[in-house]
C-alpha cells in the first residue's frame, strides 16, 4: 500500500515510473491498483520499457509487450534503446520479438 500512495502522490515524474514499473508486477495488489498502474505505463510505454531495457528484465518486457501498447515504430525504437545502451539480452529479445511480429523486409539494392 505503501508504495501505491507513493505512485498516487509523488510530482516526480520518474519516481512515479519507478512505483508504477514496481506495482504493476506485484502479485497481491488492491482492487484496481494493477489497473491504474496499468493506465499510466500506458501513457508512458516508451520510458517504460527503456528502464526495463536497461535493466535487461526479460520477463517484465515481456509481460509489457503481452498488453498490446506498442507497434512496430515503436519497437523499432527500443532496439535502438538496446543498442545505446549496450543491453545485449534486451537486444536479442527485442530482434527476436521484431522477427516473430513483423518479419524483416528485405530491400532492393538492384540497378
Same mark, same amino acid.
Given at each position: 500500500?505503501? @508504495? &501505491? ?6 510530482? *516526480? ?8 514499473? +514496481?506495482?504493476?508486477?506485484? =502479485? ?11 493506465? &499510466? ?8 520499457? =527503456? ?8 520477463? !517484465?518486457? =515481456?509481460?509489457?509487450? /503481452? *498488453? ?5 515504430? +515503436?519497437?523499432?525504437?527500443? @532496439? +535502438? ?5 549496450? !543491453? ?6 527485442? @530482434?527476436?520479438?521484431?522477427? *516473430? !511480429?513483423?518479419?524483416? /523486409? ?6
Amino acid at each position: 500500500m505503501e @508504495l &501505491y500512495e507513493k505512485f498516487k502522490t509523488t510530482r *516526480q515524474e520518474p519516481v512515479r515510473l519507478a512505483a508504477a514499473l +514496481e506495482g504493476f508486477f506485484q =502479485e497481491d495488489l488492491g482492487p484496481g491498483e494493477r489497473q491504474e498502474y496499468g493506465r &499510466y505505463l500506458r501513457r508512458r510505454i516508451r520510458p517504460a520499457m =527503456e528502464a526495463l531495457i536497461a535493466g535487461e528484465e526479460l520477463e !517484465k518486457l =515481456e509481460a509489457l509487450e /503481452r *498488453q498490446g501498447w506498442f507497434g512496430e515504430r +515503436e519497437l523499432e525504437g527500443f @532496439l +535502438e534503446t538496446a543498442r545505446r545502451l549496450e !543491453k545485449p539480452a534486451a537486444l536479442m529479445w527485442l @530482434l527476436h520479438l521484431k522477427n *516473430q !511480429k513483423y518479419g524483416y /523486409r528485405e530491400e532492393d539494392f538492384s540497378l
